[in-house]
């Protein structure tokens, strides 16, 4: 069982950044590809960013690519979303995921969820 617990949401204007961190509990965090999803309010929760266990591989979705970066410190147990350039349609509530499988770009692939953080981007 692994246990995500995601920090570093909050209100911020367009253009200014963020970081997600995604504290994981697994004993062996390097097994686990990462993912960050987001869901706005009245929308499908939608992929954002993955990055395999290793963090050799990435993939980020087209709203966000050149703008988020995601990484992983594996020491430390610790998966981010450095977001820059914030738009107020990033507004969502952001979720880590961990998957023992490969790296993924769709929801349904990972196991295990974080709580989530608020990201709200104002105009």
């Known amino acids: 069982q692994v246990q995500l617990v995601e920090s570093g949401g909050g209100e911020v204007q367009a253009g200014d950044s963020l970081r997600l961190s995604c504290a994981a509990s697994?004993?062996?965090?390097?097994?686990?590809?990462m993912g960050w999803f987001r869901q706005a309010p009245g929308k499908e929760r939608e992929f954002v960013a993955a990055?395999?266990?290793?963090?050799?591989?990435?993939y980020y979705a087209d709203s966000v690519q050149g703008r988020f970066t995601i990484s992983r410190g594996n020491a430390k147990n610790t998966g981010y979303l450095q977001m820059n350039s914030l738009k107020p349609e990033d507004t969502a509530v952001y979720y880590c995921?961990?998957?023992?499988?490969?790296?993924?770009?769709?929801?349904?692939?990972?196991?295990?969820w974080g709580q989530g953080t608020q990201v709200t981007v104002s105009s």
């Open positions: 995921a961990a998957t023992a499988g490969g790296i993924s770009n769709t929801g349904v692939s990972y196991e295990y």
């Open positions: 697994a004993r062996t965090f390097s097994r686990y590809a």
């Open positions: 990055i395999s266990g290793s963090g050799i591989s990435v």
